[in-house]
C-alpha cells in the first residue's frame, strides 16, 4: 500500500487502521501443518487455501481487534496483495462515510461495499455511533 498524503494532510481522524487481504495458494489441505509450497494450478483456478487479513487466520480477533469508541472517527487503509482475488471490503453494521477508491483524490460518499482489486486500494472513513462488535 503506498500512500500520496495531499500538501496539507488528510484531515484529523481519531483512530487509523491498516488492513491487508490477500490469497494463498497451498499444496497443502487448510489448516494442514508444516510448510506448504504454492500450488500453482490452485491459483490458474483462483481456488485459494486462504483469504487473509494481515497475513494470518484470526488476525484482528479477540486482543488484536481494531478498537474504537461510539462517537470516535475511523480511518482504514485497505489494501488487496491479491494475486488473483478482488476485495469487496465492507465492515457489517456500518455505512462509510467517505471512500477514497483506489486510492484516487476523489471522496464517495456513504458507501456500503468498496471493490478493491487485487494490487489496489482504498482508504475507508466512517463514525462509530453505535457500540458493538463489528465485522470486516
Excluded at 483462483?46 to 488484536?64: I, P, R
Excluded at 462509510?96 to 476523489?106: A, P
Amino acid at each position: 500500500l503506498i500512500l500520496v498524503e495531499p500538501e496539507e494532510g488528510l484531515p484529523e481522524v481519531d483512530r487509523e487502521y491498516y488492513v491487508m487481504q490477500g490469497d494463498f495458494y497451498t499444496v497443502g489441505k487448510y489448516r494442514e501443518k508444516g510448510q506448504q509450497p504454492f500450488d500453482m494450478q490452485k491459483a490458474i483456478e483462483e481456488n485459494a487455501t486462504y483469504v487473509l487479513f494481515n497475513g494470518s487466520e484470526g488476525s484482528l480477533l479477540g486482543d488484536k481487534a481494531l478498537k474504537a469508541e461510539v462517537g470516535e472517527r475511523v480511518r482504514l487503509y485497505v489494501g488487496n496483495g491479491g494475486p488473483n482475488l478482488v476485495s469487496s471490503f465492507h465492515v457489517i453494521g456500518e455505512i462509510f462515510d467517505k471512500v477514497w477508491y483506489e486510492g484516487g483524490s476523489r471522496v464517495q460518499e456513504n458507501v456500503q461495499t468498496t471493490l478493491i482489486p487485487a494490487g489496489g486500494a482504498a482508504i475507508v472513513e466512517f463514525d462509530v455511533e453505535v457500540p458493538g462488535t463489528y465485522v470486516l
